[in-house]
């Protein structure tokens, strides 16, 4: 297989011709790569806390139910439901167009999620599955920094399948 990375689908054509060919070539597969999603923290507690952005006039995620009680939200029974509210906000408010996630809950240890990235142009959703656990990236956030430290982790985990 190669991968030729090009500024327009002329350019990688011409650049792919210029390899070693390992047999008859032909190309199976074209894919836009869009840049890596990244927002500041003020970007996201914007979206995710605003009402004036929400379809209903609610926040998208309440940061009033996020008060800082010193136990961490991974810790916390509602870390799924935030989860979920955290996927439903980033999509919702733009931040991340096709966003969504299943959570198979039905495993001994710990529920396991989906995040999926519906791609418009070819109609089928990209997914990866993960340990909700690893839906943060700071294990010990309380508050809306937890909230803030899910999203994060779910905009990385996304970037990989956009």
Known sequence: MTVVQAASLADATADAGDVEPHSERRIISVEELGPVLAFSDEVLSRALGDAAGSPTG????????FGDDHTPLLRRPEFVTTVHQVVYGLRESGLVPGLEISVLANEPDEPYAMIEVHDDARGFFHSRGT???KLTDDHSATGWNGVL????AVIALSNDLQ
């Open 58 to 65: 609610e926040p998208l995620v309440d940061p009033e139910a």
């Open 149 to 152: 430290a899910a999203a994060r």
């Open 131 to 133: 340990e909700i656990r």
